[in-house]
């Protein structure tokens, strides 16, 4: 599988997991807790396959800074998590990061 096939499934991975942890509720609900076990392990297992070909720097960069994004807006969905003027701004800053050194850096290894 490709490398970036295996971080966008990471990502998704690590944000279904987040969001199941806070739904466990510290862990005391046997449902959620056992989709965030399961998915945070799928997440770190495709990360490991990412870090084969892609260099660990990039795609942690990616894998973070896409999946806070992400799982900011599905709190603001699911969960009626808040997010400001300034929340709004980080996150086009964290997309501009991911955007730069997808495209304009040397070490993304493509």
Same mark, same amino acid.
């Given at each position: 599988?490709?490398?970036?096939i295996?971080?966008? &499934? @990471?990502?998704?991975?690590?944000?279904?997991a987040?969001? @199941?942890?806070?739904?466990?509720?510290?862990?005391?609900?046997?449902? /959620?807790?056992? =989709?965030? &076990?399961?998915?945070? #392990?799928? !997440?770190?297992?495709? $990360? !490991?396959?990412? $870090?084969?070909? &892609? /260099?660990?720097?990039?795609?942690?960069?990616?894998? !973070?800074?896409?999946?806070?994004?992400?799982?900011?807006?599905?709190?603001?969905?699911?969960?009626?998590?808040?997010?400001? =003027?300034?929340? &709004?701004?980080?996150? @086009?800053?964290?997309? #501009? #990061?991911?955007?730069?050194?997808n495209?304009?850096?040397?070490?993304? #290894?493509?």
């Open positions: 599988m490709n490398a970036w295996y971080l966008a &499934v @990471a990502i998704l991975s690590e944000v279904i987040t969001s @199941a942890l806070k739904a466990s509720e510290g862990f005391s609900k046997v449902g /959620p807790s056992i =989709l965030v &076990v399961f998915f945070y #392990g799928v !997440s770190f297992y495709c $990360l !490991s396959q990412t $870090l084969k070909s &892609v /260099p660990v720097g990039v795609a942690y960069a990616i894998w !973070s800074g896409v999946g806070i994004v992400f799982i900011t807006l599905v709190a603001w969905v699911l969960h009626g998590q808040k997010i400001d =003027l300034w929340g &709004v701004i980080g996150m @086009a800053m964290i997309t #501009g #990061g991911v955007v730069v050194m495209t304009l850096s040397k070490t993304s #290894g493509h």
